[in-house]
Nanobody
Framework: QVQLVESGGGLVQPGGSLRLSCTAS??????????MSWYRQAPGKQRESVAH???????GYADSVKGRFTISRDTAKNTVYLKMHNLKSEDTAVYYC????????WGQGTQVTVSS
């Protein structure tokens, strides 16, 4: 069973940047053999997909974060990253790492708060 551990969240001012990390462990799981995704859930809202990266390295983003967020991976570290720039208050949420879709594996989440 794969385990996903997120880190890197925190409090940042509008316009600032953060980099989230998601490290996978357990068995023979490899991030470059599986699609990996970042989701987020703001208070009172449904969880939404933010970005994903396919085994071949293709990426996709929600319209709300295109041009500001970048998903990448380091296969040697079995870690997926989400670089977030020009953060806005509406980016405030708990960010989750996922593999295997909604019924797949999830991390515990990391809080991102964008506020002045």
């Amino acid at each position: 069973q794969v385990q996903l551990v997120e880190s890197g969240g925190g409090l940042v001012q509008p316009g600032g940047s953060l980099r989230l990390s998601c490290t996978a462990s357990g068995g023979i799981f490899s991030i470059d053999a599986n699609a990996m995704s970042w989701y987020r859930q703001a208070p009172g809202k449904q969880r939404e997909s933010v970005a994903h990266i396919t085994p071949r390295g293709g990426t996709g983003y929600a319209d709300s974060v295109k041009g500001r967020f970048t998903i990448s991976r380091d296969t040697a570290k079995n870690t997926v990253y989400l670089k977030m720039h020009n953060l806005k208050s509406e980016d405030t949420a708990v960010y989750y790492c996922n593999t295997g879709g909604l019924r797949g594996s999830w991390g515990q989440g990391t809080q991102v708060t964008v506020s002045s």
